[in-house]
């Protein structure tokens, strides 16, 4: 039976998405149906490592890190978890042979979030770079099913996109970051004098990214385009919202895409696909 423990750790990794991200979930529904499950898989595995160094503060985060982090490789090697989201996991990355080196770098970024409060800019490049860029390149394995001449050509851009994205979700988060977690992502920037120059250039930052990783997106299969391009826009609109919202008021208000301009996103997004005008 275990076609059954494979689809209920499946369903745990999908219920998983769907409850801590409706938006992304949302853009999961748009790829081909082949590779909505191992994108949930994926999902599911990073959402329970961030609630590990996020959430869990009256337990010790770094123990139960450490457990899981061990567990995970445990689940490389034996093909199996009887943590249901760990076996959903570890049978994405041996079935399109994900490179193991990617989910170090993720554990490294999340075991900084354990520890560092600031970052220079070197910290600060290789925390982007674990804590989103790889996991965009884990999904771009998925996109790619094994055709690794694409993913070379497209990991540039799967990663200015992973990149662009995370740090959106930064200034989107600054409150919750910064007073609740004292956590300050952005080099030499301070947030209780946050200023208008200060989010200037982090937002010519983050264009530069979404610019490189647009022509990526156009480069993608058919099958993964399309939810990539909504996940595009969606973030695109939080962008473009938060750069209208002075810094004073970024510091104490999460911004956010409300549900209709969410619906509206995913029409646009269609015709737009349908037509070939991305």
Not at 178 to 198: H, I, K
Request: net charge neutral; glycine share 4%; hydrophobic share 40%.
């Amino acid at each position: 039976m275990m076609d059954v423990f494979d689809k209920v750790s499946s369903e745990c990794s999908q219920l998983t998405t769907k409850r801590y991200s409706t938006s992304f979930s949302s853009a999961i529904g748009l790829l081909h149906k082949d590779l909505q499950t191992p994108i949930y898989h994926i999902y599911g595995f990073v959402r329970f490592a961030d609630e590990i160094v996020d959430t869990f503060h009256s337990h010790n985060k770094a123990e139960l890190l450490a457990e899981f982090k061990k567990e995970t490789y445990q689940a490389f090697e034996r093909k199996i978890s009887l943590n249901p989201i760990l076996h959903s996991f570890q049978m994405v990355v041996n079935e399109y042979q994900i490179d193991h080196a990617l989910v170090d770098a993720f554990f490294k970024s999340m075991e900084f979030d354990l520890t560092k409060q600031s970052y220079d800019a070197e910290g600060y490049k290789e925390y982007i770079y674990g804590s989103a860029e790889v996991v965009g390149l884990m999904c771009l394995y998925v996109f790619c099913k094994g055709d690794k001449h694409t993913y070379q050509q497209l990991k540039p851009a799967a990663q200015s996109l992973g990149s662009a994205f995370q740090k959106i979700n930064f200034l989107r988060d600054i409150k919750a970051d910064s007073q609740q977690l004292e956590r300050v992502y952005f080099p030499g920037v301070d947030f209780n004098a946050f200023t208008e120059t200060d989010k200037t250039n982090i937002e010519k930052d983050i264009y530069k990214d979404f610019l490189d990783g647009y022509h990526g997106i156009l480069q993608l299969p058919d099958s993964a385009a399309f939810g990539v391009y909504v996940a595009y826009q969606y973030y695109w609109r939080l962008f473009v919202k938060i750069k209208q919202t002075p810094a004073k008021v970024l510091v104490d208000k999460r911004i956010r895409v409300s549900d209709v301009a969410k619906t509206g996103i995913i029409l646009i997004s269609w015709i737009r696909h349908r037509l070939r005008l991305r």
